[in-house]
């Protein structure tokens, strides 16, 4: 088992900046690659970044491309989501997730644990 724990959400006007970061414990996390999720209101989960479990590759989905850095620290159990130019439209729970990442990792059920998530509300 892995426990994911996430912190760091708030509240930023558009263009600001926030980092979330999401700490693990239990099982061996540098095993594991991680990836961030959100929900928004209304709609369903999407993948928003992930990193693999070594730390070497990163992958973004569209909407965050050039705005977010995802980041892994594996002697502190802890990843990283720095997110800057915030829009209104990333508003949403975000929620860290880690596992194989297999078949696919912008697919949810290519991981076994998640965090609670944390809240990012954005104003324009």
């Known amino acids: 088992q892995v426990q994911l724990v996430e912190s760091g959400g708030g509240l930023v006007q558009a263009g600001g900046s926030l980092r979330l970061s999401c700490a693990a414990s239990?099982?061996?996390?540098?095993?594991?690659?991680t990836a961030w999720f959100r929900q928004a209101p209304g709609k369903e989960r999407e993948f928003v970044a992930y990193?693999?479990?070594?730390?070497?590759?990163?992958y973004y989905a569209d909407s965050v491309k050039g705005r977010f850095i995802m980041s892994r620290d594996n002697a502190k159990n802890t990843v990283n989501l720095q997110m800057k130019s915030l829009r209104p439209e990333d508003k949403a729970v975000y929620y860290c997730?880690?596992?194989?990442?297999?078949?696919?990792?912008?697919?949810?059920?290519?991981?076994?644990?998640w965090g609670q998530g944390t809240q990012v509300t954005v104003s324009s």
């Open positions: 997730a880690a596992g194989t990442a297999s078949p696919s990792v912008e697919r949810g059920g290519s991981y076994d644990y």
């Open positions: 239990g099982r061996t996390f540098s095993n594991y690659a």
């Open positions: 990193i693999s479990a070594r730390g070497f590759s990163t």
